[in-house]
Structure formats: structure tokens, C-alpha cells
């Protein structure tokens, strides 16, 4: 099984930053990348941002292009979001997953972000 944790959630300004990160363990395949994704109050999940475990390729929403940077630290399987320029409509749960195959397979607890206008 593959088993992820996110962490570094919080209350911010508007315009303030915030990093998250996300811990992963157990079995791991060769090839595969990380997302993040979001889900606020009455909303779908929407997907944010991926990256390959490798860093060779990164993706993004253009909702959060400019203001959003995924990364990786593949010696601590770790996957971290840095989030600038927040806005009130970045306010949500965030959750990081794992893509195997064609599909985001395993999936972590979330981690709530909440930013204040």
C-alpha cells in the first residue's frame, strides 16, 4: 500500500504564502507523479498542480500559474506546494495523490488552507 500525509496548513492574509508538504511511504513503482489537488465548501475536487517523481516535467492550473510552484525531494519521497500571492479563492482542503497508470490512485487526508480578504 501506498500511504500519503499532507501537512503545512493554515490561516493566511491574503497576499501571504504558505507551503504545504506531503509525505509519502510504502510500496512505490518505478515510474509514476505526484498532484495536488483542492476541494472547497459546495465545489468539485479540482486538480492544482503535478510534477513527475524525476522533476523533468511539472503541470498546472491556470488558476495558480505564476503564483504556485510544485516540487520534489525524491531522498525524503516528499512533494511540497509553495503558494504566493494567496487569494480568498484559494481558501480549501488540499490533497496530494499519487497518479498510477492513467489515474491518481492513492490519495491523502487533505490538509485545510483558509485565506482571509
Known amino acids: 500500500q501506498v500511504h500519503l500525509v499532507e501537512s503545512g496548513g493554515g490561516l493566511v492574509q491574503a497576499g501571504g504564502s504558505l507551503r504545504l508538504s506531503c509525505a509519502v511511504s510504502g510500496r512505490t513503482l518505478s515510474r509514476y507523479h505526484m498532484g495536488w489537488f483542492r476541494q472547497a465548501p459546495g465545489k468539485e475536487r479540482e486538480f492544482v498542480a503535478s510534477?513527475?517523481?524525476?522533476?523533468?516535467?511539472?503541470d498546472y492550473a491556470d488558476s495558480v500559474k505564476g503564483r504556485f510552484t510544485i516540487s520534489r525531494d525524491g531522498a525524503k519521497n516528499t512533494v511540497y506546494l509553495q503558494m504566493n500571492s494567496l487569494k480568498p479563492e484559494d481558501t480549501a482542503v488540499y490533497y496530494c495523490?499519487?497518479?498510477?497508470?492513467?489515474?491518481?490512485?492513492?490519495w491523502g487526508q487533505g490538509t485545510q488552507v483558509t485565506v482571509s480578504s
Open positions: 510534477i513527475t517523481w524525476s522533476g523533468g516535467n511539472t
Open positions: 495523490a499519487v497518479k498510477i497508470g492513467q489515474s491518481y490512485a492513492y
